[in-house]
């Protein structure tokens, strides 16, 4: 987000850091956040893609432009049309863009909510069915910060 302070190399340090440390499955890494959090996990797979096998941005906007570098991680994104904190526009215009760019992203949006879905979102069936189920096909690249 424009005059923001961002986190994201940091987060990216603390993933490889981890990687160090713990058996992770570099193949099922998954990336989630909410609002700010779902700008952030655009933000991730448009710098990042080759570290995460899906994310699920809820209430989020990311950079349409990045959406050919990203249409190899599995999007299920989540939005309320009713939104006032974030416009809904930021996930549809990404979907658009992740299908332009032949990626295949999953899309719901709630017609009657508003920026509170959390609590609908981790209801959703199936979701993490879907999500556990998310695996990157290559070894992926190691990230530099």
Not at 16 to 21: F, G, N, P, R
Not at 68 to 82: D, E, I, Y
Request: glycine share 8%; with cysteine; hydrophobic share 40%.
């Amino acid at each position: 987000m424009a005059n923001t302070p961002s986190v994201a190399s940091l987060a990216i340090e603390a993933i490889l850091s981890l990687d160090k440390v713990y058996s992770i499955d570099p193949q099922r890494r998954y990336v989630s956040g909410v609002s700010r959090g779902g700008y952030g996990s655009w933000h991730m797979i448009g710098e990042h893609p080759e570290l995460f096998a899906a994310a699920i941005p809820v209430c989020g906007e990311g950079n349409p432009d990045q959406a050919q570098r990203m249409k190899s991680v599995s999007v299920w994104a989540f939005h309320g049309a009713k939104d006032r904190n974030v416009p809904v526009s930021g996930s549809r215009d990404m979907v658009r863009a992740l299908k332009k760019a032949g990626g295949t992203p999953r899309y719901t949006e709630y017609p009657e909510a508003d920026h509170s879905i959390w609590e609908e979102v981790i209801k959703t069936p199936g979701l993490l069915d879907w999500l556990f189920a998310q695996k990157q096909a290559n070894q992926p690249i190691r990230a530099k910060i």
